[in-house]
């Protein structure tokens, strides 16, 4: 008898119709269901993970890169030998030229932006209520550079007026109770210089804008105030802390850092936002690496149950196999029967599982509505994670790994049973029928 071709139409409706267990079979009907529905299940935990883990990181990323520099010029502290008191002191590093170096450093291909900044800690008091402040003096079109802050959708007031107040983020508004319009007091450690010593500096600024980046520790602590202003208030005149740099593509940012450096000068470094967050950024990318492993275990578990229900299968079709023998099916044919029965199982679990999937991503945020609803609130605290809800953002890559792993081990686990129910001797099979 010729040889019939690899997977033909009579293949696939008898690997059909022994995968429909009648109910005398009923073991065999209950592991195929055991196998989809687990198959099912790690399919959509995989997938799920995947997406929380993708949009939390975007969404972390978005916060950084929306609402600080994506690089930070800034120069090294010089150390003074002073002859009459025989010690050494240090000189903070500060950018006296500061027009010229953002002007040189704006010049160079693919950067965006570049500004001075001056920084610097304050205590942020309304009334009887008071809260730590970082305050960053910037001009008008810097502030107007961050996307996270200008976001109307999220902010108030009127920016157009940041010349003649302040800018603060919605966590030191709410906490101190401050509204548009309200006068906030900021108290500096190192005001002003008298012959009793220096003395801590009050000043009154009017609330112009809130915004709300998006990030706890950001809305809870940032205050940014006009570049002359802040220069006043911190003892900076004529001088900036640094040069904040944005450039056209921030996830290539260390490619422009000589280009920076050499546009700074002597004594230059640069801080890139990669540095700043490369701790927290790398625990992410190994906890998803951890997280990945671990699911595809549970989906290698749920797929080993096609084994069982194959190896319970080709038991119950120990005659049928043997007639198909003596009819002249080959052992190759039988084991693409037995295999398809397996895959089958693997591809309609994957399907159902890929949809079970996005559908949890797509509503991730009812979910754990849902979740806060039942633990009371205390689900997502952003002071311990540093943004307010739980994103999810479906790649087309995570959803390729998912099914291309589950198709896999489902191909993977029939092939045993397979070749058991090809090399049946047909003669022993239908010895005592």
């Known amino acids: 008898m010729a040889a019939t071709r690899p997977f033909s139409h009579f293949e696939f409706m008898i690997a059909w119709r022994y995968l429909r267990a009648r109910k005398a079979e009923g073991g065999v009907s209950t592991m195929t269901w055991i196998s989809l529905i687990g198959i099912t299940l790690g399919v959509m935990a995989l997938i799920a993970t995947l997406a929380v883990r993708a949009g939390f990181r975007a969404e972390f990323v978005d916060t950084i890169l929306g609402a600080n520099a994506h690089s930070t010029v800034y120069y090294a502290p010089t150390h003074v030998y002073n ?54 003096g910037v001009t008008a079109d810097a502030l107007a550079a961050m996307p996270r802050i200008t976001d109307p959708e999220t902010s108030a007031g009127d920016l157009s007026n940041f010349d003649h107040g302040i800018a603060i983020g919605s966590g030191i508004a709410r906490e101190l109770g401050v509204g548009i319009g309200d006068k906030l007091r900021l108290i500096a450690p190192e ?30 602590t940032r205050v940014y105030m006009p570049l002359a202003e802040a220069q006043s208030y911190f003892n900076r ?39 700043a967050s490369s701790s927290f950024l790398n625990a992410l990318d190994m906890e998803d690496d951890v997280m990945f492993i671990i699911l595809s275990i549970l989906v290698l578990i749920a797929s080993m149950n096609i084994t069982s229900g194959l190896i319970m299968l080709v038991k119950n079709k120990g005659r049928d196999i043997g007639i198909l023998r003596t009819m002249g099916l080959t052992q190759g044919s039988i084991l693409r029967v037995f295999f398809l029965c397996g895959a089958f199982t693997g591809i309609i679990g994957t399907i159902a599982g890929v949809i079970l999937g996005v559908v949890f991503a797509l509503n991730v945020d009812h979910v754990m509505s849902a979740v806060n609803m039942l633990s009371g609130g205390n689900a997502w605290d952003p002071a311990v994670r540093g943004i307010y809800e739980l994103p999810a953002k479906l790649r087309a890559v995570d959803l390729a790994k998912a099914i291309g792993l589950s198709l896999f081990l489902s191909f993977i686990v029939t092939i045993f049973p ?14 005592y029928e």
């Open 191 to 220: 005001g002003a210089k008298t012959p009793a010593g220096t003395t801590p500096r009050v000043s009154v600024y009017e609330v112009v804008y809130i915004f709300t980046a998006g990030r706890y520790d950001i809305d809870r």
């Open 237 to 275: 005149e004529g001088v900036a802390d640094e040069v904040q740099v944005f450039v056209k593509d921030p996830e290539k940012v260390d490619d422009w850092t000589l280009d920076l450096l050499q546009a700074a000068g002597d004594r230059a470094q640069v801080w890139t936002w990669r540095d």
């Open 418 to 431: 397979a070749r058991r129910a090809a090399r049946m001797n047909p003669v022993e099979a239908l010895r």
């Open 83 to 136: 002859d009459l008191t025989e010690e050494t002191y240090t000189v903070p590093g500060r950018v006296e030229n500061y027009e010229d170096v953002a002007a040189r450093i704006a010049a160079i291909p693919g950067v965006t932006h570049a500004f001075p900044v001056v920084r610097g800690q304050v205590m942020a008091a309304m009334g009887d209520r008071s809260n730590v402040a970082e305050v960053y």
